[in-house]
């Protein structure tokens, strides 16, 4: 599985530890990779937000500021038409409101895409995935949400958190997912739709 790293340019996050096979920084991304020492091997964008020289020796895919996608949604799609199985966004949470939904939408595209699709910070973390089955590790003072990203997400089970369902539609004007919590390692399985699974850190 070939998995590539995207550093988005919204509010700065600590990214961790680099475990991706290829990293691609946008726009303002590129100063979030390098206030860690990440040197990413594409930098892409339409540089609105990054003020500081592009780096030599590294590719760049630049684009005008006036187009139809965001710079993160241009790296979804080139990682696509890649081959890269799965992404991770980071620095994409926080900020501008419009900003943090369209991420969300750009996680969607990727999961349409065929791609593993997920984002993450300190107290943050959103998988966006497709029908199957996943175990989620039991998280002591983490929260578990399930949001419906399509209309529907159809056949949905849910076992080891306090709130358990059997082969239930979640729609998506609903907030029946929200707050969920864990009781042991989670599964999940579903047969249609598109799901957010969002786990969010639990003040003390």
Not at 17 to 44: M, N, S, T
Not at 46 to 55: M, V
Not at 94 to 119: C, F, K, P, V, Y
Not at 164 to 190: C, R, W
Request: charged share 25%; with cysteine.
């Amino acid at each position: 599985m070939r998995r590539c790293l995207i550093i988005a340019g919204g509010d700065y996050a600590p990214i961790g530890p680099v475990a991706e096979d290829f990293v691609l920084a946008c726009d303002r991304g590129l100063a979030y990779a390098q206030r860690e020492g990440i040197v990413p091997d594409l930098v892409l964008g339409d540089f609105d937000s990054y003020r500081g020289a592009l780096p030599e020796g590294i590719p760049v895919l630049r684009y005008p500021v006036e187009k139809d996608d965001t710079d993160a949604m241009l790296a979804v799609r080139w990682a696509a038409g890649s081959g890269f199985d799965a992404i991770r966004l980071a620095c994409c949470f926080g900020g501008r409101l419009d900003h943090l939904l369209s991420n969300i939408q750009t996680l969607h595209l990727a999961a349409e895409l065929g791609m593993e699709a997920e984002a993450r910070d300190e107290h943050n973390e959103l998988r966006v995935l497709r029908p199957g089955t996943y175990r989620l590790p039991y998280r002591a003072g983490w929260s578990l949400s399930l949001l419906a990203l399509t209309e529907k997400v159809g056949g949905l089970s849910i076992r080891g958190t306090k709130y358990e369902a059997q082969n239930v539609t979640l729609q998506n004007p609903t907030t029946l997912g929200q707050s969920n919590a864990f009781v042991s390692d989670a599964e999940i399985s579903f047969s249609s739709g598109v799901l957010a699974v969002i786990c969010c850190r639990l003040e003390d």
